[in-house]
C-alpha cells in the first residue's frame, strides 16, 4: 500500500510464514500497514499551509519547466549514480528540515496539501441552489467549523445517560443505545464478506473497542468532569476490563481462527450474561441464521467481564468507549485529552480546516467523495487513468506469464487472477444510497450522531444481502476512520480488496501531483502508475485468494519455496542499508513491501517503454530523456523529511523501507537507470548483473 497513507489497516492483508520460509501457516493473514505508517499518514494529512509557497502545489506549477521536474529540489552537488535520492530530493530536504512538532514532511503531501485544500475552499463556497447535495455538505462543514455551546450539551447528556445505568439491564439498555450511533462497547455486530459465498454479505459478530491507556483514559475523564481520585479508579478498571477482554481477540481475517458460524442459542451459551435477542433485534438480525463468531472464547471473556464487574466499572467502559469512539468531533475541553495519542490514532486538535474535513469524511464520506469527484476531479481525469492502468495490467500479466521461477500452473492460475481484478480507478459510475436526516449549522454534534446512526443502520442492512464484486461498497480503514471504499475518496490511497479481488484507487489520489491528464505520460507513469503497479504486485502476492475474492490456494509449496529464494536478494540488500549509524532495515519485515517498490517502478518503466518505444531514450529541447524524467518524478514523489526520532520509530515499527531506499534499492536494480544517466559499472547505484533483485 501506499507508504503513509495506506492502511491504513487497509484490505491488504499479508501471509506469516512459517520459520523456514515454507508454506503459509495455515494461512493465517495480518493486517500489512502498521503503527509507523498509520503514524505517517496522519502526520502528512495535516495541512502545510506555510510550506506551500516554497513548493510547486498544482499542475501548472508541476509542469512549468518543461519536463515536470522540482528544480528546487535537486542537490546538484551530488552524483545521481552514487545516490540518486539524495541527488533528487537533497535541495528539498535542506529546505524542509523536520522538526519535532512536524517529524515528517513529504513533498508531494506538501504540493497534494495545498491543491486538495484550495479545490475543497472552492468546492464549499460555490452556490448550486438546485444541488441539495453540495447543500448539506456546506451545512455539515460550517456547523464544524462554528462549533455551539449545543456540542458540550450533548456529551453531557450522552455521560448522564451512561451514569444513569445503576444496573446490569441497564447496562445492557445503554450498550445497545451506543450501538445504535456506531459506538461498539462490547462487540460489533454487522454485515461482512462470506467467505464461503462471494455473492452476499453474512451476520459477524466482532470484538469491540479493544483499546485503552490508562493514564490517557484518566485524563479524558477528569477533563470530563470527573474528580481526580474518581478518574484514577475508573482509569484502572477501564484498563483492566480492556486487557481482559483482548487476550482472546482474533483477526477477522483470520481464515483459520475466524471461522465459527454459531446459531443463536450457540452464542447465548458462549455469554449468556449478554442480552443477545434485543441487541439482535435492535438490529433487525434474524434469529434463525447462524452469525460468524470471530472468537467465541471472546464471548466467553465478555461473559465473564459482564458477570464479575460492578455498574460502577462497565460504566466507566461505556463512558470510555463513548469518547475514544467521537474523539474526533468531541468539543474541547473534552477533545484535549487524545492529543498525547500516536498519530495513527490522533485527531485534528488546532487546525479547524483539517478538522472539519476529516469529520466530513467521517459522517457524509459518500457526498464529499462525490462532489469532490464529479465537480473537481472529472471523468476525464478518471478515463486516462483508467487507460494507463490498464496498460501497466497488461505489463504484469504478462510478466507472470514469463516468470519461469513459478510453476506453468501456478503461472496460469495467476495469470489469470491478474486479468479478472478489477479495477476501481478514481470514483464509480453508480454511488451508495446517503441519507436525507435534518441538518443544521448551529448543532454539529447533533448532525454527526445522526449521520453515525444511518451509517449503523447501513452496517445492519447489509446482512444477507447480496454483494457484487464490482462495486465500491467494501469497508476499508484509512486512519480517519473505517468506512466504505466510496466513501473515502477524498483520500489520497491506492490499495487492494482480497475478497473481491479488486484494485482501488481513490479519486484524490488522481490529483496533482500524482497524476496529471494533461502531462507527458512519463510523469504519469511515474508516480500513479508505479505506485498503481506496486499495489498490483500486492495482488499477485495474495496467491490465496483466488479470482473471485474466495479462499483459493493458486500456488503449490513448491512454489512459496521459489518465492522465497528468489526474494533473498530483497531481503538482504535491505538488511545490508543503514539509513543511521548503527541501525539496519528488518529485510524480512519489509519484504512484501520492497517487493512491490521493486516491481512497481520496473513494471511502470516497461509500460511506458512499450508506449514510447526508442524515443524513450531521446533528449529534448529540455535537455531530458522520458527516461530520466520518469526517475526523477519517481525520486521526488518520494522525497520526504524525516526526525532521526521518528525515522527510527518507523524502521522499528513500519512495513515500507525508508523514503531513500525505496528510491534508491529498487533503481539500482534496474539496468535502465544506469543507462539513463551513463552511470559507469561499478556505480552505487549500478548494482551488478549476478546481484540485481527482481521477483516481479
Known sequence: MIAGQAVLAMQYTRPVRQSGGGAMASRILIPAASIAALAIAALCWQPVMALVGQAATTSEALLSTGDGIDRAALDLRA????????????????????????????????????DLQRSLDRLLAERRPDDGELGRLQTFYAACRSGTLNDG??????????????????????????ASIGVDAFITYGGRPDRTDPTHYRGEIHSGALWADQ?????????????????????????????????????RWDAARAENPRS???????????????????????????????????????DRELRTRTPAELRAYLRWVFLFSLRGELPAPYNQAFGDLSPDLRPELHDVDARCRDATVRS???????????????????????RLSETIKEEIVASIEANDWLSPEARRATADKLRRTDLKIGFPDIWPAVGHYPLRRNRFLDNVIAARRFEQQREWARVAQPRVRTDWEMKVAPWVGEGMAAARLVIPNGFPDAFTNSLIMTAAFLSAPRFV????????????????????????????????????????????KAADARGQCVVQQADDYHPLPGLSLPGKDQFDENVADYGGVRLAYQALKKRLGPAIDKQDSSGTSPAQRFFYRYAQYRCTSQTDASLRQSVAHDGHAPPAFRVNAPLSNMPEFGRAFSCPAGAAMVRPAAKQCRVW
Open 79 to 114: 552524483d545521481p549514480c552514487t545516490d540518486f535520492y539524495q541527488h533528487a530530493c537533497g535541495g528539498f530536504l535542506a529546505n524542509h528540515p523536520a522538526t519535532a512538532d512536524r517529524p515528517v514532511i513529504s513533498l508531494a503531501q506538501v504540493q497534494f496539501d495545498a
Open 153 to 178: 450539551v450533548v456529551v453531557r447528556r450522552w455521560l448522564a445517560r451512561i451514569e444513569a445505568a445503576d444496573d446490569r439491564d441497564g447496562i445492557q439498555r445503554m450498550a445497545r443505545a451506543l
Open 215 to 251: 493514564k490517557l483514559v484518566q485524563k479524558a475523564f477528569a477533563l470530563a468532569g470527573q474528580d481526580e481520585a474518581g478518574a484514577a479508579r475508573d482509569a484502572a478498571a477501564v484498563a483492566s476490563i480492556t486487557s481482559a477482554l483482548r487476550k482472546h481477540r482474533v483477526d
Open 264 to 302: 443463536l442459542r450457540q452464542i447465548e451459551a458462549l455469554a449468556p450474561a449478554f442480552d443477545w435477542r434485543p441487541y439482535l433485534a435492535q438490529a433487525r438480525a434474524s434469529s434463525v441464521r447462524p452469525i460468524n463468531v470471530t472468537s467465541p472464547q471472546f464471548l466467553r471473556d465478555l
Open 364 to 386: 457524509m464520506g459518500v457526498e464529499f467523495s462525490r462532489q469532490y469527484a464529479t465537480h473537481i476531479l472529472g471523468i476525464p481525469a478518471r478515463d486516462a487513468a483508467r
Open 517 to 560: 491528464g494533461d502531462a507527458p505520460p512519463e510523469l504519469n507513469y511515474a508516480t500513479y502508475g508505479s505506485v498503481f503497479a506496486h499495489e498490483f504486485v500486492h495482488v499477485a502476492q495474495l496467491h490465496m485468494f483466488g479470482p473471485t475474492g474466495l479462499d483459493q490456494e493458486l500456488w503449490t509449496p513448491a512454489d512459496e
